[in-house]
């Protein structure tokens, strides 16, 4: 199907097939490009969803995840510290809001939090939420329903969780847990009534067929909120001599993602800072969503230049509440 008839019927409510998403492989990219940013357009109009992210658990992480600097499997040169405290996670929260920024994600590596952690990532949220009218989220490992109650009572309001990959991909990057695992986290965090933030990273060696499989999943999750990391190899993992992958390559997956997730937000993430332009080729590709500042345990771009950024982009900076629809 050629991307101008697809682009038409997605706007009547047509959901794109794995058959559909893989002939645009073939369409010129430039055409493919434009019209995914008109799709993003013509379903989330030109507010660009911006958040930050603070590493606020660093380190020792028992999972196996071969891109990862936290994982104890690997010798990294990272910073090691415990959870960070009330005091120091809502300075984070009060100096972003007043930068502009919209969401703010707390972000703890392992696999998951204990009962302690839990009971004080709750007081810090609401010492965050009685301070500041930033949003917040958590990325907290793999919770129970009730975990996830107990952070959204206090405040939270989005979970993320990365699938990271396809689920045919995903053992080859990680052998400590696997796609259900994340997908039962996903589900759990859903019936507690959290809204969901899970993408995942491109670079890592697998195929397109795979990034698409991968966001196939995420509209059977209904998953609104989609990061796309592009790896940014970490010294001392397993992945560190990957090669960065050509930046057309990049462009068309956001494109392609934008066709099948039509109503997504499409948030560039991690590696973001590699581009030569930043990302803008992406926000006009069909990417409406990003994270600013520092990554977890890499550098990213200042708020500040990406506010010019997206001012440049004609975006405004806004909540993005958009559901991606079900399958049907």
């Known amino acids: 199907m050629r991307v101008t008839e697809l682009e038409k019927r997605i706007y009547l409510g047509y959901l794109a097939t794995k058959e559909d998403a893989l002939s645009l492989l073939l369409e010129p990219l430039d055409e493919l490009c434009k019209a995914a940013d008109r799709i993003r357009m013509h379903f989330c109009g030109n507010r660009f969803d911006i958040c930050t992210i603070v590493n606020a ?8 995840c071969k891109y990862c600097a936290q994982s104890v499997h690997y010798r990294t040169e990272i910073e090691e510290y415990p959870l ?15 930068r502009g920024v919209l969401r703010y994600s707390i972000v703890t590596s392992g696999r998951a939090l204990d009962k302690d952690e839990i009971a004080s ?3 810090s949220i609401r010492k965050i939420k009685e301070s500041c009218p930033i949003l917040v989220c958590v990325s907290a490992g793999l919770l129970q329903k009730e975990q996830y109650q107990m952070l959204l009572d206090a405040g939270a309001v989005r979970v993320h969780n990365n699938l990271e990959t396809s689920e045919r991909f995903f053992p080859h990057i990680c052998t400590t847990h696997t796609v259900a695992d994340k997908i039962a986290a996903i589900r759990a965090a859903k019936a507690a009534g959290m ?10 060696s697998e195929t397109m067929e795979d990034r698409i499989d991968l966001a196939l999943t995420l509209r059977e999750l209904s998953v609104s909120s989609v990061p796309v990391n592009v790896l940014n ?3 001392g993992t397993p992945l560190e001599c990957q090669p960065p992958l050509p930046y ?11 066709f099948l997730l039509p109503k997504a937000a499409i ?4 590696g973001r800072g590699l581009l030569p332009d930043k990302g803008k080729a992406c926000f006009l590709s069909g990417a409406n969503a990003a994270i600013s500042g520092d990554m977890l345990t890499t550098s990213g771009i200042s708020i500040e230049n990406d506010m010019e950024l997206l001012a440049e982009c004609g975006f405004v900076p806004g ?3 958009c559901e991606t629809p079900d399958a049907k």
């Open 195 to 204: 809204q969901i933030c899970s993408g995942g990273i491109i670079g890592l």
């Open 121 to 123: 990532l709750c007081q």
């Open 319 to 321: 909540v993005l509440e």
């Open 248 to 258: 057309p390559e990049i462009r068309r997956t956001i494109a392609i993602l934008r």
């Open 267 to 270: 948030r560039l993430a991690g």
């Open 233 to 235: 190899p970490i010294p």
């Open 57 to 64: 658990k660093s380190g020792r992480c028992s999972e196996d």
């Open 84 to 98: 960070l405290d009330a005091d120091t996670l809502v300075s984070h929260a009060i100096r972003y809001a007043s």
